[in-house]
């Protein structure tokens, strides 16, 4: 049983396209987030949602849209793709809004994205 | 503004060797501190947190970190290292809901 699974694990797509990247868990946490990991594997928060409620949005591109239709779920929609947006993106999900606070997080595996 | 550094970007060991880890974190209030490892193509999997109480944290893996206050430090440890412990490390500080992660560090696992 995979507490945060991403699908799809690899994404490889052309320039301008729309894609989207799903995400569950069943940990029964109230909290989930989307981080990109970038080539040198730097990673940054891009948006964390409490019960389905945007609360952290961290100066992303308007091409890039969450949608959380439950507490359990954290899909990540990305609106005409450029080259810089191809890295690794992982979803978690924590007990609580501060987690990264005094609760960890969990990650998924991660999904690939590849822009050419 | 908070932040974490990873002073060392590439660490090689020998198998069975001791390994030392730094992270260097900046943060005005008492932080809490984690340490993930990322194995190739995986995922960020937690190895020790702190959030308070004893300086010592011991994880998973055999590994263990020291919380220093004045060294606004966390710096990660094994006695000896096997080499399935080959990945990425990440030192992070958590609050206002969020991970600020140092950059990492690659270790290396020679034979």
């Known amino acids: 049983d995979t507490a945060v699974s991403q699908t799809p694990k690899y994404l490889v797509t052309q320039m301008g396209n729309d894609k989207s990247i799903k995400c569950e868990q069943n940990l029964g946490h109230d909290t989930m987030y989307w981080y990109k990991q970038d080539s040198k594997k730097f990673l940054k928060i891009m948006f964390s949602y409490n019960n389905k409620e945007l609360i952290i949005n961290e100066t992303v591109p308007n091409r890039f849209s969450p949608k959380s239709p439950d507490k359990a779920h954290l899909n990540l929609h990305i609106n005409s793709l450029e080259l810089g947006d191809s890295a690794v993106y992982f979803c978690a999900s924590s007990q609580e809004a501060g987690g990264g606070g005094r609760t960890e997080a969990f990650f998924g595996q991660g999904t690939r994205l590849t822009v050419v | 503004a908070q932040s974490v550094t990873q002073p060392d970007i590439h660490i090689t060991v020998s198998e069975g060797a001791s390994l030392e880890l730094r992270c260097n974190y900046s943060?005005?209030?008492?932080?809490?501190l984690f340490w993930y490892v990322q194995s190739p193509g995986q995922g960020l999997q937690l190895l020790l947190k702190y959030f308070s109480g004893d300086t010592l944290v011991q994880g998973i893996k055999g590994f263990e970190a020291e919380f220093k206050r004045s060294q606004s430090s966390f710096n990660l440890r094994k006695p000896s290292v096997h080499w399935s412990d080959a990945a990425e490390y990440f030192c992070a500080v958590g609050r206002t809901g969020k991970l600020i992660f140092g950059q990492g560090t690659t270790l290396q696992v020679k034979p």
């Open positions: 943060y005005g209030a008492t932080p809490y």
